[in-house]
Protein backbone atom coordinates (compact mmCIF):
# COMPACT_ATOMS: atom_id res chain seq x y z
CA UNK A 1 0.00 0.00 0.00
CA UNK A 2 1.63 3.43 -1.24
CA UNK A 3 0.84 5.09 1.98
CA UNK A 4 3.01 2.71 4.02
CA UNK A 5 5.84 4.18 6.24
CA UNK A 6 8.71 4.02 4.76
CA UNK A 7 9.86 1.88 7.55
CA UNK A 8 7.55 -1.01 7.03
CA UNK A 9 8.57 -1.20 3.99
CA UNK A 10 12.02 -2.05 4.93
CA UNK A 11 14.29 1.24 4.75
CA UNK A 12 16.57 1.60 7.43
CA UNK A 13 16.14 3.97 10.32
CA UNK A 14 19.21 6.15 8.76
CA UNK A 15 17.67 6.81 5.58
CA UNK A 16 14.26 6.82 7.08
CA UNK A 17 15.51 10.04 8.93
CA UNK A 18 17.56 11.19 5.76
CA UNK A 19 14.52 11.03 3.80
CA UNK A 20 11.81 13.01 6.32
CA UNK A 21 14.05 15.97 6.57
CA UNK A 22 12.65 16.36 2.78
CA UNK A 23 9.09 15.36 4.22
CA UNK A 24 9.29 11.97 2.59
CA UNK A 25 7.70 9.97 4.68
CA UNK A 26 5.48 7.08 2.96
CA UNK A 27 5.93 5.11 0.19
CA UNK A 28 4.17 7.10 -1.96
CA UNK A 29 6.37 9.94 -1.35
CA UNK A 30 9.56 8.22 -2.07
CA UNK A 31 7.81 6.50 -5.40
CA UNK A 32 6.46 9.57 -6.86
CA UNK A 33 10.46 10.61 -7.69
CA UNK A 34 12.88 9.86 -10.18
CA UNK A 35 16.18 8.14 -9.61
CA UNK A 36 17.71 11.42 -9.85
CA UNK A 37 16.07 13.06 -7.35
CA UNK A 38 16.07 9.95 -5.30
CA UNK A 39 20.38 10.86 -5.27
CA UNK A 40 19.74 13.96 -4.23
CA UNK A 41 17.80 13.91 -1.59
CA UNK A 42 19.34 10.08 -0.19
CA UNK A 43 22.72 11.10 -0.95
CA UNK A 44 23.09 8.15 -2.90
CA UNK A 45 24.75 6.48 -6.19
CA UNK A 46 22.64 6.06 -8.87
CA UNK A 47 22.25 2.77 -8.35
CA UNK A 48 21.83 2.41 -4.67
CA UNK A 49 18.98 5.04 -5.62
CA UNK A 50 17.23 2.69 -8.42
CA UNK A 51 17.89 -0.01 -5.64
CA UNK A 52 16.24 1.70 -3.15
CA UNK A 53 12.94 2.44 -5.35
CA UNK A 54 12.65 -1.13 -6.71
CA UNK A 55 12.78 -2.48 -2.76
CA UNK A 56 10.17 -0.29 -2.16
CA UNK A 57 8.05 -1.21 -5.13
CA UNK A 58 8.31 -4.28 -4.47
CA UNK A 59 6.75 -4.16 -0.88
CA UNK A 60 4.12 -2.43 -1.75
CA UNK A 61 3.06 -4.19 -4.91
CA UNK A 62 0.06 -6.59 -3.98
CA UNK A 63 1.70 -10.42 -3.59
CA UNK A 64 0.69 -13.07 -6.66
CA UNK A 65 -1.16 -15.76 -4.74
CA UNK A 66 -3.03 -19.11 -5.71
CA UNK A 67 -6.89 -20.18 -5.20
CA UNK A 68 -5.65 -22.83 -2.88
CA UNK A 69 -3.75 -20.28 -0.77
CA UNK A 70 -6.57 -18.28 -0.57
CA UNK A 71 -8.73 -21.20 0.26
CA UNK A 72 -6.37 -22.12 3.18
CA UNK A 73 -6.00 -18.45 4.44
CA UNK A 74 -10.26 -18.02 4.89
CA UNK A 75 -11.43 -17.19 7.31
CA UNK A 76 -14.51 -15.57 9.10
CA UNK A 77 -15.47 -13.66 12.22
CA UNK A 78 -18.34 -14.88 14.03
CA UNK A 79 -21.30 -12.05 14.31
CA UNK A 80 -23.23 -14.27 17.37
CA UNK A 81 -25.92 -14.62 14.95
CA UNK A 82 -25.85 -18.05 14.40
CA UNK A 83 -28.77 -17.55 11.39
CA UNK A 84 -26.90 -15.04 9.65
CA UNK A 85 -23.22 -16.46 9.82
CA UNK A 86 -25.11 -19.60 8.60
CA UNK A 87 -25.92 -17.35 5.41
CA UNK A 88 -22.97 -15.50 5.19
CA UNK A 89 -20.58 -18.84 5.50
CA UNK A 90 -19.17 -18.04 9.05
CA UNK A 91 -19.77 -14.30 9.38
CA UNK A 92 -18.21 -11.91 8.25
CA UNK A 93 -15.62 -12.61 6.00
CA UNK A 94 -11.97 -10.98 6.76
CA UNK A 95 -10.14 -9.02 4.00
CA UNK A 96 -12.94 -7.39 3.10
CA UNK A 97 -15.52 -4.85 3.65
CA UNK A 98 -19.22 -5.54 4.90
CA UNK A 99 -21.99 -2.30 4.45
CA UNK A 100 -24.28 -2.26 6.96
CA UNK A 101 -26.96 0.54 5.36
CA UNK A 102 -31.36 1.26 6.33
CA UNK A 103 -32.71 4.06 7.85
CA UNK A 104 -32.12 5.68 11.13
CA UNK A 105 -33.12 3.56 14.32
CA UNK A 106 -32.62 -0.21 12.72
CA UNK A 107 -29.63 -0.47 14.45
CA UNK A 108 -26.95 0.10 12.48
CA UNK A 109 -24.82 1.82 15.33
CA UNK A 110 -25.74 -1.04 17.18
CA UNK A 111 -24.78 -3.85 15.33
CA UNK A 112 -21.11 -1.77 15.44
CA UNK A 113 -21.36 -1.92 19.30
CA UNK A 114 -22.18 -5.30 19.66
CA UNK A 115 -19.47 -6.29 16.98
CA UNK A 116 -17.09 -4.41 18.93
CA UNK A 117 -17.93 -6.25 21.99
CA UNK A 118 -17.48 -9.77 20.07
CA UNK A 119 -13.95 -8.46 18.38
CA UNK A 120 -12.28 -8.02 22.19
CA UNK A 121 -13.79 -11.30 23.33
CA UNK A 122 -11.29 -14.60 23.99
CA UNK A 123 -10.70 -16.90 20.46
CA UNK A 124 -12.39 -19.50 22.54
CA UNK A 125 -15.67 -17.85 22.22
CA UNK A 126 -15.93 -16.92 18.95
CA UNK A 127 -14.24 -13.29 19.42
CA UNK A 128 -10.38 -11.90 17.59
CA UNK A 129 -9.12 -11.47 20.97
CA UNK A 130 -8.36 -7.83 19.37
CA UNK A 131 -8.64 -4.34 19.65
CA UNK A 132 -10.99 -2.56 17.63
CA UNK A 133 -10.73 0.88 15.63
CA UNK A 134 -14.00 2.94 15.79
CA UNK A 135 -14.36 5.90 13.10
CA UNK A 136 -17.20 7.58 14.75
CA UNK A 137 -18.34 10.49 11.91
CA UNK A 138 -21.77 10.47 13.56
CA UNK A 139 -21.42 11.55 16.84
CA UNK A 140 -23.55 8.30 17.80
CA UNK A 141 -21.09 6.44 19.64
CA UNK A 142 -22.01 5.86 23.43
CA UNK A 143 -19.56 3.93 25.86
CA UNK A 144 -22.23 3.56 28.39
CA UNK A 145 -24.54 1.10 25.72
CA UNK A 146 -21.23 -0.41 24.42
CA UNK A 147 -20.69 -1.76 28.37
CA UNK A 148 -24.65 -2.48 28.82
CA UNK A 149 -24.20 -4.30 25.57
CA UNK A 150 -21.37 -6.45 26.61
CA UNK A 151 -22.64 -7.13 30.05
CA UNK A 152 -25.90 -8.43 28.87
CA UNK A 153 -25.00 -10.23 25.85
CA UNK A 154 -22.04 -11.95 27.93
CA UNK A 155 -22.74 -11.68 31.50
CA UNK A 156 -20.59 -14.76 32.73
CA UNK A 157 -17.80 -12.85 31.32
CA UNK A 158 -18.04 -9.54 31.27
CA UNK A 159 -20.24 -9.35 34.59
CA UNK A 160 -16.91 -8.71 36.32
CA UNK A 161 -16.85 -4.97 36.19
CA UNK A 162 -12.93 -5.25 35.38
CA UNK A 163 -13.61 -6.71 32.55
CA UNK A 164 -15.93 -4.64 31.05
CA UNK A 165 -13.35 -2.02 31.41
CA UNK A 166 -10.80 -3.77 30.12
CA UNK A 167 -13.24 -4.40 27.04
CA UNK A 168 -13.85 -0.58 26.78
CA UNK A 169 -10.48 -0.01 26.69
CA UNK A 170 -9.72 -1.99 23.88
CA UNK A 171 -11.98 0.13 21.88
CA UNK A 172 -10.38 3.06 20.27
CA UNK A 173 -13.12 5.34 19.16
CA UNK A 174 -12.07 8.34 16.47
CA UNK A 175 -14.65 11.12 16.32
CA UNK A 176 -13.68 12.46 13.19
CA UNK A 177 -16.61 14.93 11.73
CA UNK A 178 -15.40 16.10 8.05
CA UNK A 179 -14.03 14.89 5.27
CA UNK A 180 -10.52 16.06 5.31
CA UNK A 181 -10.56 14.35 9.01
CA UNK A 182 -11.84 11.32 7.64
CA UNK A 183 -8.83 11.06 5.00
CA UNK A 184 -6.58 11.84 7.63
CA UNK A 185 -7.37 9.29 9.79
CA UNK A 186 -7.15 6.54 6.86
CA UNK A 187 -3.99 7.70 5.96
CA UNK A 188 -2.92 6.90 9.78
CA UNK A 189 -4.97 3.75 9.34
CA UNK A 190 -2.13 1.81 8.84
CA UNK A 191 -0.32 3.06 12.01
CA UNK A 192 -3.11 3.02 14.04
CA UNK A 193 -3.95 -1.01 13.62
CA UNK A 194 0.03 -1.23 14.69
CA UNK A 195 -0.14 0.43 17.87
CA UNK A 196 -3.88 -0.80 19.12
CA UNK A 197 -3.51 -4.22 17.82
CA UNK A 198 -6.75 -3.85 16.00
CA UNK A 199 -8.59 -6.80 15.03
CA UNK A 200 -11.70 -4.98 13.32
CA UNK A 201 -12.41 -1.15 12.07
CA UNK A 202 -15.42 0.48 11.84
CA UNK A 203 -16.28 3.30 10.07
CA UNK A 204 -19.89 4.27 11.15
CA UNK A 205 -20.94 6.26 9.06
CA UNK A 206 -19.35 6.46 5.34
CA UNK A 207 -22.18 8.76 4.18
CA UNK A 208 -22.73 11.51 6.70
CA UNK A 209 -19.49 13.52 6.10
CA UNK A 210 -20.06 13.75 2.16
CA UNK A 211 -23.62 13.96 2.26
CA UNK A 212 -23.14 17.26 4.42
CA UNK A 213 -20.34 18.75 2.49
CA UNK A 214 -20.95 17.54 -1.14
CA UNK A 215 -23.48 19.39 -2.67
CA UNK A 216 -23.86 17.16 -5.63
CA UNK A 217 -26.44 19.84 -7.62
CA UNK A 218 -23.36 21.63 -7.86
CA UNK A 219 -21.30 21.01 -11.30
CA UNK A 220 -17.64 18.89 -10.31
CA UNK A 221 -19.23 17.76 -6.60
CA UNK A 222 -20.32 14.72 -7.89
CA UNK A 223 -17.14 13.64 -9.44
CA UNK A 224 -15.29 14.87 -6.52
CA UNK A 225 -17.03 13.24 -3.76
CA UNK A 226 -16.74 9.94 -6.07
CA UNK A 227 -13.08 10.19 -5.99
CA UNK A 228 -12.94 10.52 -2.51
CA UNK A 229 -15.60 7.24 -1.77
CA UNK A 230 -13.20 5.14 -3.95
CA UNK A 231 -9.70 6.55 -2.39
CA UNK A 232 -11.93 5.39 1.47
CA UNK A 233 -12.75 2.01 -0.06
CA UNK A 234 -9.23 1.55 -1.64
CA UNK A 235 -7.54 2.38 1.32
CA UNK A 236 -9.61 0.59 3.44
CA UNK A 237 -9.67 -2.54 0.94
CA UNK A 238 -5.64 -2.56 1.36
CA UNK A 239 -5.97 -2.24 4.98
CA UNK A 240 -8.43 -5.03 5.41
CA UNK A 241 -6.30 -7.54 2.66
CA UNK A 242 -3.14 -6.26 4.59
CA UNK A 243 -3.97 -7.09 7.87
CA UNK A 244 -6.49 -9.73 7.33
CA UNK A 245 -8.94 -8.38 8.84
CA UNK A 246 -12.83 -7.64 8.42
CA UNK A 247 -13.67 -3.43 7.77
CA UNK A 248 -17.52 -2.65 8.51
CA UNK A 249 -19.25 0.57 7.07
CA UNK A 250 -22.70 2.26 7.65
CA UNK A 251 -24.17 4.08 5.42
CA UNK A 252 -27.41 5.87 4.96
CA UNK A 253 -30.39 6.01 2.76
CA UNK A 254 -32.07 8.40 -0.40
CA UNK A 255 -35.14 8.62 -2.26
CA UNK A 256 -34.41 7.35 -5.82
CA UNK A 257 -36.89 8.82 -8.35
CA UNK A 258 -38.35 7.92 -11.65
CA UNK A 259 -38.68 4.29 -11.06
CA UNK A 260 -41.27 2.02 -9.66
CA UNK A 261 -40.85 0.47 -5.86
CA UNK A 262 -41.98 -2.35 -4.26
CA UNK A 263 -44.98 -0.99 -3.70
CA UNK A 264 -45.58 1.15 -6.70
CA UNK A 265 -45.04 4.71 -6.50
CA UNK A 266 -42.86 7.59 -8.54
CA UNK A 267 -39.87 6.33 -6.47
CA UNK A 268 -38.86 4.46 -3.78
CA UNK A 269 -35.96 4.26 -0.69
CA UNK A 270 -32.72 2.89 -1.11
CA UNK A 271 -28.97 3.06 -0.10
CA UNK A 272 -27.08 6.22 -0.57
CA UNK A 273 -24.17 7.07 -2.45
CA UNK A 274 -25.11 5.54 -5.79
CA UNK A 275 -24.87 2.50 -7.27
CA UNK A 276 -21.26 3.14 -8.00
CA UNK A 277 -20.34 3.25 -4.17
CA UNK A 278 -22.37 -0.25 -3.81
CA UNK A 279 -19.72 -2.08 -6.24
CA UNK A 280 -16.99 -1.17 -3.64
CA UNK A 281 -17.87 -2.59 -0.78
CA UNK A 282 -17.93 -6.65 -1.05
CA UNK A 283 -21.09 -7.70 1.06
CA UNK A 284 -23.97 -4.94 1.29
CA UNK A 285 -26.46 -5.28 4.54
CA UNK A 286 -29.58 -3.77 4.67
CA UNK A 287 -31.51 -3.18 7.54
CA UNK A 288 -35.15 -2.16 7.51
CA UNK A 289 -38.73 -1.51 9.43
CA UNK A 290 -41.51 -4.57 9.59
CA UNK A 291 -43.46 -2.73 12.15
CA UNK A 292 -42.55 -0.30 15.70
CA UNK A 293 -40.62 -3.10 17.06
CA UNK A 294 -39.17 -5.49 14.42
CA UNK A 295 -36.57 -5.27 12.18
CA UNK A 296 -34.89 -7.01 8.88
CA UNK A 297 -31.65 -7.98 7.78
CA UNK A 298 -31.58 -8.57 4.00
CA UNK A 299 -28.81 -9.93 2.65
CA UNK A 300 -28.61 -7.78 -0.69
CA UNK A 301 -25.22 -8.78 -2.02
CA UNK A 302 -22.67 -11.11 -1.62
CA UNK A 303 -19.95 -12.93 -2.95
CA UNK A 304 -21.24 -16.24 -1.12
CA UNK A 305 -24.98 -16.45 0.46
CA UNK A 306 -28.15 -16.43 -1.39
CA UNK A 307 -30.21 -12.87 -0.96
CA UNK A 308 -32.14 -13.63 2.48
CA UNK A 309 -34.65 -11.98 4.39
CA UNK A 310 -34.13 -12.31 8.27
CA UNK A 311 -36.45 -10.89 10.91
CA UNK A 312 -34.68 -9.24 14.38
CA UNK A 313 -35.18 -7.05 17.37
CA UNK A 314 -33.13 -4.45 19.43
CA UNK A 315 -33.12 -5.36 22.80
CA UNK A 316 -30.83 -4.39 25.75
CA UNK A 317 -28.45 -7.23 24.90
CA UNK A 318 -27.75 -5.93 21.25
CA UNK A 319 -29.15 -7.52 17.82
CA UNK A 320 -31.56 -10.53 18.49
CA UNK A 321 -32.71 -12.88 15.86
CA UNK A 322 -36.30 -14.47 15.63
CA UNK A 323 -36.05 -18.46 15.65
CA UNK A 324 -32.44 -18.22 15.74
CA UNK A 325 -32.19 -22.03 14.30
CA UNK A 326 -34.19 -20.44 10.91
CA UNK A 327 -32.42 -20.42 8.02
CA UNK A 328 -33.93 -17.38 6.80
CA UNK A 329 -36.66 -16.78 4.23
CA UNK A 330 -34.73 -16.39 0.39
CA UNK A 331 -36.45 -13.16 -1.86
CA UNK A 332 -35.78 -12.47 -5.45
CA UNK A 333 -33.19 -10.04 -5.07
CA UNK A 334 -32.05 -6.65 -7.54
CA UNK A 335 -29.07 -4.59 -8.34
CA UNK A 336 -27.79 -4.00 -4.76
CA UNK A 337 -27.62 -0.34 -5.55
CA UNK A 338 -31.19 -0.06 -6.28
CA UNK A 339 -33.21 -2.76 -3.40
CA UNK A 340 -35.77 -0.57 -1.81
CA UNK A 341 -36.14 -0.18 1.56
CA UNK A 342 -38.71 -0.05 3.88
CA UNK A 343 -39.01 2.69 5.98
CA UNK A 344 -40.78 4.24 8.84
CA UNK A 345 -43.93 5.99 7.73
CA UNK A 346 -45.67 6.31 11.38
CA UNK A 347 -45.52 6.01 14.71
CA UNK A 348 -48.32 5.30 17.39
CA UNK A 349 -47.50 7.05 20.84
CA UNK A 350 -48.66 5.45 24.17
CA UNK A 351 -48.95 8.29 26.60
CA UNK A 352 -50.39 5.76 29.22
CA UNK A 353 -47.62 3.43 29.43
CA UNK A 354 -43.63 4.15 29.46
CA UNK A 355 -41.72 3.35 26.60
CA UNK A 356 -39.75 0.37 26.85
CA UNK A 357 -36.51 0.38 27.63
CA UNK A 358 -35.01 -1.13 24.39
CA UNK A 359 -36.69 1.11 22.19
CA UNK A 360 -35.00 4.22 23.74
CA UNK A 361 -31.76 2.42 22.81
CA UNK A 362 -32.20 1.78 18.94
CA UNK A 363 -30.70 4.22 16.64
Known amino acids: MATRKLKRAGVSDDMCEQLKRHQIESCKDLLSLSPVEVMNVAELSYRRASELLQSVSRAVAPPVTTALELWRQHSCFSTSLPALDRLLGGGLHRGTLTEVTGPSGCGKTQMCLMLSVLATLPK ?54 TCQNVLNRLDRLEEDIISTGAGLIILDSVASVVRKEFDTTLAGNLMHRSNMLSHEASTLKCLAHQFNIPVVLTNQITTHLGGQGSEGGSGFVTAALGNTWSHSVNTRLIVQYVDARQRQILIAKSPVAPFAVLNYTIEKQGICMDGEDGQGALYEGTDPGLQPIRVQTEFNYNQTEPMDRTEQTQQ
Open 124 to 177: SQGGLDSGVIYIDTESAFSAKRLVEIAQSRFPDHFGCRERALQMAGRVHVFREL
